[in-house]
């Protein structure tokens, strides 16, 4: 090691003290096909590691929604629900303990440093209100959580079942009449 410090500091100094930036040594160094040393001197961008996912839960429990970025000098996070800021929502990890049916929607972090910023993907949080006790996910299986009920209605009286299913990836749902799928009934609740 030099008393000046290393070599690339060294000429860093001798460079400033030209009076030459660092866009100049950019140039010089691309015009003598040094392309690989002119990424050394650019910030890397912001890389989300870890995307949220969407989740479906049970109300009353914990849930956290991770978003995990990489970026020069330091990240910052800010969570939005929709197109609206999550309160206290500037950190990696969004947690809601204890989880609330109004807390359900779209969720998005956007990354930024003092270069620039990025989105994660969006993230869905399904909460199912249940009359079942509340015991946590077990590796986030897929779980019915509410059963659609038997219902005794006269002809022509409007028939609404629902049913309710907690779990990681987001259960998708599917209705049924004597063993044959209902066209266009994906939804929670079947009218």
């Known amino acids: ?74 990240v910052n996070y800010q969570w939005f629900k929709m197109d609206k800021e999550v309160p206290y929502g500037n950190s990696s990890e969004l947690v809601f303990n204890p989880v609330d049916v109004n807390d359900a929607g779209l969720y998005i972090c956007r990354v930024n440093n003092s270069h620039s910023f990025h989105y994660s993907n969006w993230a869905q949080l399904d909460v199912i209100e249940s009359n ?18 038997p219902q005794k209605l ?4 409007r028939l609404l079942l629902e049913c309710g299913a907690v779990g990681k990836p987001l259960p998708r749902y599917q209705w049924f009449r004597n063993g044959v799928a209902v066209i266009g009934a994906t939804n929670r609740a079947f009218v």
């Open 154 to 157: 006269l002809v022509g009286s």
């Open 1 to 74: 090691m030099e008393p000046e410090g290393s070599p690339a500091r060294t000429l860093l100094r001798l460079i400033g003290e030209q009076g030459c930036t660092t866009k100049e040594l950019a140039d010089l160094l691309q015009s003598i096909g040094q392309s690989n040393a002119v990424q050394l001197l650019k910030p890397p961008g912001i890389r989300v590691m870890v995307q949220p996912e969407s989740v479906a839960v049970q109300s009353g429990q914990m849930v956290k929604l991770s978003c995990v970025a990489t970026g020069h000098p330091i």
């Open 132 to 149: 079942l006790a509340c015991h946590g996910l077990f590796d986030d299986k897929l779980q019915i959580s509410n059963q659609p009920q």
